[in-house]
């Protein structure tokens, strides 16, 4: 069996430039948190990490309405629950009406694991003999709640459910033309292109020009029951 060449001596291609994202993925709304577990660590200074829609769709892979509305909905969410202070990361519990494996719902979960820290079992342990820091089980599926999601304080016990409408931000005509091509392969290059701005600017209008539209993300009070 050939072993291979430490990496150093080997002749490698240049790695492809990234490409570039759409320049309004800035313009939607940001949000800062409060990580403990950062700053025990020393990964971050005092613990505040700023999370950007681009680290939306590093980790989902994609831009769509659904990571789009699972981003607003949770920062809309966590706003609401801290009323301007910095949301703690990893303080609350995530509860998901839908089943984990009922359409989007794994797509929204991920998102609002990203910005709250929140997993299921198999979720960071924690530190030492008191699990300091633990992240698992503050996911949760298949609740009893009228929203889509719902978050809740781990240290006040506060809590809101929330809903999203994206019938807000309607396809437009000209996209509906071309979704049948773009699923089923029958479309030329051109008409790909202009499927992919078509796409983005739908996702636009939510994070953008309806960001804080009160149609579009609903948030309401919960009161879980004991």
């Known amino acids: 069996m050939a072993l291979l060449k430490p990496t150093s001596e080997r002749s490698n291609p240049a790695p492809a430039a990234a490409g570039r994202m759409p320049a309004f993925f800035e313009q939607a709304p940001m949000l800062r948190v409060r990580d403990p577990l950062a700053a025990f660590l020393g990964a971050v200074d005092s613990g505040v990490i700023e999370y950007r829609y681009a680290d939306a769709v590093r980790l989902a892979g994609h831009s769509c309405p659904t990571v789009a509305v699972a981003w607003l909905m ?59 820091f633990s992240r698992r089980n503050l996911l949760h599926y298949g609740e009893r709640i009228e929203g889509t999601l719902a978050l809740r304080r781990r240290d006040s016990g506060q809590a809101v459910q929330v809903e999203s409408d ?9 996209m509906r033309l071309l979704m049948p091509k773009a699923v089923t392969e029958t479309a030329t290059p051109d008409e790909l292109e202009r499927f992919g701005r078509l796409w983005q600017q739908r996702v636009r209008a939510m994070l953008v020009e309806h960001a804080d539209d009160p149609r579009l993300i609903q948030v309401r009070e919960w009161r879980p029951a004991q």
């Open 74 to 132: 949770t920062i809309k969410g966590l706003r609401a629950l801290y009323d301007g202070e910095l949301p703690e990361r990893g303080g609350v519990d995530v509860h998901m009406r839908d089943g984990r494996e009922d359409g989007v719902t794994g797509v929204v979960a991920s998102v609002a694991t990203l910005l709250t820290g929140a997993t299921v079992e198999t979720g960071f342990a924690g530190i030492g003999p008191l699990h300091r």
């Open 166 to 174: 994206a019938s807000v931000v309607p396809w437009s005509d000209e």
